[in-house]
């Protein structure tokens, strides 16, 4: 047990927020050993309404210290103690399965593998992942097994590439000889899901200590040795990026690099690409296609989620640029995530252990929880270091790398994160759009066909700076929020939703975080404080009392007033000083959603075109 002051400290760094408590205590923890306690499923996963960090971490020790199930299995049988043998899997006579995020640290500096980055809050490992600072989405490919399950319901196409059975067996060949010469290699298991009900067991055999520290933040980590004994994967990702498919064009590739995921076999390989995120969004599109294949089906979502005081749970859809990430995390509420959900039949819940945020333009006033959460064992990939008083200090602003700079982090960097990581059925779901035509209001509330026409939209708005070339506006419709991991057609996730909504009685609203008072250059950015009071009087409920104005293009209803709103705002074609100008834009917009869902016509359970704007 921590001495009494230590208890002090830690209750009062987590009660208030403090930081500057929680590094005193760091330092004394560092110089003073006390055992580590198990932690009990039990203490972990109270009742759902629960909203505090647990009890646990304030009276015991430091978060990062509780997981502690870390090994290293030696000797020539060492892939056959951990399982990977059945992989074919045998060379590697050194084995670092789960390690604890100090030991990670260690290896990282030992092997070399990156640069300690002198953070505001403490330092913290930085990684440069080559020329691949994103997703590779051209190389992502899908086997296509003729005849199985997943061949019959998965959405193929451009996102969904299929390959051959006989492609894979050569490629997972290749990646399991490369690991055959190496004498040792780090694994980790975990899982994905909060909810035991659904939760997969995930494995990941890598090359690197950063490669596990990244999924060591992102995925759920198993919280005794007994997890572990005898650990049956559902899934396994062998992540072999240092080398590359010289035969690509023979295999009828686009490049050497190679993403390749088997559902029947429950196996991938990634070839040539470091970037940490294909190993966490190739897991979420595998949550895509399972969660709705099961009796009853589930519904996977691409959203943030937070919690309130009363157990009032609410979802935030949005692509990037919308405020997701942001309006999410509330001082009044706690997060549960920011990412990956599911929504089953005992309500909501975080697929992920940790948070992937991005970090241009980072600062402590624009995005404190971000900002703060960088400290020890976070891990920050191409985020550019410049030289201070001798040490390597992160620039968030220096994009020259990429604009996709990015940092992980485990989800009780947060504080007041919501420790069981699953509340009930969702009161309301928020559509994020940033519309930088200046035409959709700053909140309007919608019916549940609405809501799925919007959802299957998923629309917000590229402007200049965001992309090469872009001088105006131009929409990006991004079905489900989230086109990108959808391995079933948008279609089936519309249907899940809307019977979700139905038996659940939430309200569905579209929040504008994007332009007012004309179109982007001319108009202006909504402010935060005008998008957060939207958020505000849904989530406390005086939206309700509000009177409703139909929109007569849009369909949707849109409040004449809210407190803390300038009433003209939320009608925004009093904003416009020229009001055919706005007339005209929005008749534009309208347009280019109607071509945009010509795509769903006569597709799914329900039509659902006669429920967006009618020109």
């Given at each position: 047990m921590l001495a009494s002051s230590g208890r002090i400290l830690l209750r009062t760094a987590t009660g208030v927020g403090g930081r500057t408590a929680l590094r005193a205590l760091a330092a004394r923890a560092a110089t003073t050993p006390f055992p580590s306690p198990k932690v009990s499923s039990e203490t972990v996963r109270t009742n759902f309404n629960y909203r505090y960090k647990s009890t646990v971490a304030v009276e015991t020790t430091l978060p990062r210290d509780e997981y502690n199930v870390s090994s290293t299995i030696t000797g020539a049988d060492a892939c056959t103690q951990v399982g990977i043998d059945d992989l074919g899997i045998t060379n590697p006579t050194t084995i670092y399965?789960?390690?604890?995020?100090?030991?990670?640290?260690?290896?990282?500096?030992?092997?070399?593998?990156?640069?300690?980055?002198?953070?505001?809050?403490?330092?913290?490992?930085?990684?440069?992942?080559?020329?691949?600072?994103?997703?590779?989405?051209?190389?992502?490919?899908?086997?296509?097994?003729?005849?199985?399950?997943?061949?019959?319901?998965?959405?193929?196409?451009?996102?969904?590439?299929?390959?051959?059975p006989e492609v894979y067996k050569e490629l997972y060949d290749k990646a399991v000889a490369h690991f055959n010469t190496l004498d040792k290699c780090y694994v980790f298991d975990g899982y994905c899901g909060a909810n035991p009900k659904s939760q997969k067991k995930v494995r990941f055999v890598h090359e690197m200590a950063w490669s596990q520290h990244f999924v060591s933040n992102m995925f759920i980590?198993?919280?005794?040795?007994?997890?572990?004994?005898?650990f049956e994967p559902d899934f396994t990702v062998i992540n072999a990026c240092s080398q590359v498919d010289e035969e690509w064009e023979r295999h009828n590739l686009n490049s050497d690099v190679a993403v390749v995921f088997n559902v029947e076999e429950k196996k991938a390989v990634i070839f040539g690409t470091y970037y940490g995120g294909e190993n966490k969004k190739g897991i979420f599109s595998l949550m895509n296609y399972w969660l709705p294949m099961q009796d009853p089906p589930q519904f996977p979502m691409h959203c943030s989620a937070n919690v309130g005081k009363d157990g009032d749970s609410a979802l935030f859809f949005g692509l990037s640029g919308t405020g997701k990430t942001t309006l999410s995390a509330d001082p009044h509420r706690a997060l549960i995530g920011d990412d990956e959900h599911g929504w089953d039949e005992d309500g909501i819940f975080n697929f992920e252990g940790g948070c992937y945020a991005k970090t241009i333009n980072l600062s402590e006033k624009t995005e404190p929880d971000i900002y703060r959460a960088i400290h020890k064992d976070a891990l920050l990939e191409n985020v550019m270091l410049v030289e201070k008083d001798g040490k390597?200090?992160?620039?968030?602003?220096?994009?020259?790398?990429?604009?996709?700079g990015r940092v992980s982090y485990p989800i009780f960097h947060i504080d007041g994160y919501h420790k069981p990581q699953m509340a009930g059925h969702p009161n309301n779901i928020i559509f994020l759009s940033c519309d930088a035509f200046g035409v959709l209001p700053p909140v309007a509330k919608l019916s549940s066909e609405q809501a799925m026409y919007h959802f299957l939209s998923g629309y917000t708005a590229k402007v200049a700076g965001t992309e090469r070339g872009i001088t105006e506006p131009v929409p990006n419709f991004s079905p489900c929020f989230g086109a990108a991991f959808l391995t079933l057609h948008p279609t089936r996730y519309a249907d899940l939703l809307k019977d979700k909504l139905e038996k659940h009685n939430s309200t569905a609203w579209l929040v504008n975080s994007g332009w007012s008072g004309g179109s982007y250059p001319h108009g202006d950015r909504m402010s935060i404080k005008t998008t957060r009071s939207c958020i505000d009087a849904i989530l406390d409920g005086s939206v309700n009392e509000a009177t409703w104005t139909k929109d007569d293009l849009f369909g949707f209803e849109v409040p004449d007033a809210l407190p803390g709103i300038d009433p003209l705002v939320l009608h925004p074609r009093n904003t416009w000083e020229n009001q055919d100008e706005f007339d005209a834009t929005a008749k534009k917009l309208a347009g280019m959603y109607i071509k945009n869902f010509e795509k769903y016509a006569d597709q799914g359970s329900v039509d659902y075109t006669q429920f967006g704007p009618q020109l």
């Open positions: 399965r789960n390690l604890t995020f100090q030991e990670l640290f260690d290896h990282e500096n030992k092997n070399g593998e990156g640069k300690v980055a002198n953070a505001e809050y403490g330092d913290t490992f930085a990684v440069d992942t080559g020329k691949f600072t994103g997703r590779s989405p051209k190389d992502k490919w899908i086997v296509k097994n003729i005849g199985s399950e997943s061949d019959q319901n998965m959405w193929w196409g451009d996102i969904n590439q299929p390959t051959t980590r198993p919280e005794s040795h007994d997890q572990l004994e005898g390597l200090v992160p620039d968030y602003f220096d994009v020259s790398k990429t604009e996709n």
